[in-house]
């Protein structure tokens, strides 16, 4: 199974090696961070394979996902970045000066992850503020993956993400979510719409918004791909919640 197609977004595609391995990569640089349990990372990347390889490298990490809408208004995005405290970021290289120029205000204590393709040393040369860290995540050759969590399995009540709003009538407002709504509403989104392998997910809303959790986790129970206005089709099988996402996603490799 480590060799089938997870990800397709136009011509290009990764398999469940790929992304497992992308994903344990940006865990273990997160664990070297020495952060706690249920920590706040904030996810600044545009929908693709890497905002994928962060969301679950960040659950990996027993911490919580809050995903920055990258074409959000500038005063939206600072405005969720110190509500929620974000101290913590995972981007790319094409979303770190916009990144950066948010963290004025937080830069002494600001932990980057830069997820390249390749060495782009010289392209962040000129980003003194926080701590930046790049890291290269490609581990096609890999024969196994392994996941580990060195601060042990998510409990029920720990928290998974935060969803802001888009505070259309006010200013946004953070929704924490807990492993277990996630479970109950993947179990639920399973049964309901009676979600078989041969399924094909339409998804338009961006990572920021709740559909997305739909999207996202609800495709992990069953093997069926997701379409989206971004091109950007996923084929997980066997995982029925983001608790049990990590214990299943071992045993498949």
Known sequence: RQNETALVCGKNTLTYKQ????????????????LS???????YIEKSFKAVEAILGTLFANCAYV????????????????????????????SLDSLTAFLTERHETAQIIVITDSDCDEAIDNHTDGLITTLSCSCQEADEVEIALSSGWPQPEQLASVLYTSGS??????????????????E??????????????ASHA????????????????????RNDTNQLKIKMSELH????????????F
Request: glycine share 4%.
């Open 19 to 34: 992304l497992m391995c992308s994903a344990h990569e940006i865990a273990l640089k997160l664990g070297s961070f020495e």
């Open 37 to 43: 349990k249920e920590h706040c990372v904030g996810i």
């Open 67 to 94: 995903p920055l809408d990258v074409k959000s208004p500038e005063s939206q995005v600072s405005y969720i970045i110190n509500d929620c405290q974000l101290s913590t970021f995972i981007t790319d290289i094409r």
């Open 169 to 186: 009538t006010g200013a946004p407002k953070g929704v924490m979510i807990e492993h277990n709504a996630l479970l109950v509403f993947t």
């Open 188 to 201: 639920w989104a399973r049964t309901y719409f009676d979600v078989s392998n041969d399924d094909c997910f």
């Open 206 to 225: 961006p990572l920021n918004f709740d559909l997305s959790l739909f999207d996202l986790f609800t495709t992990y129970a069953n093997q069926i791909s």
């Open 241 to 252: 919640s983001v608790e049990n996402a990590i214990r299943r996603l071992k045993n498949i």
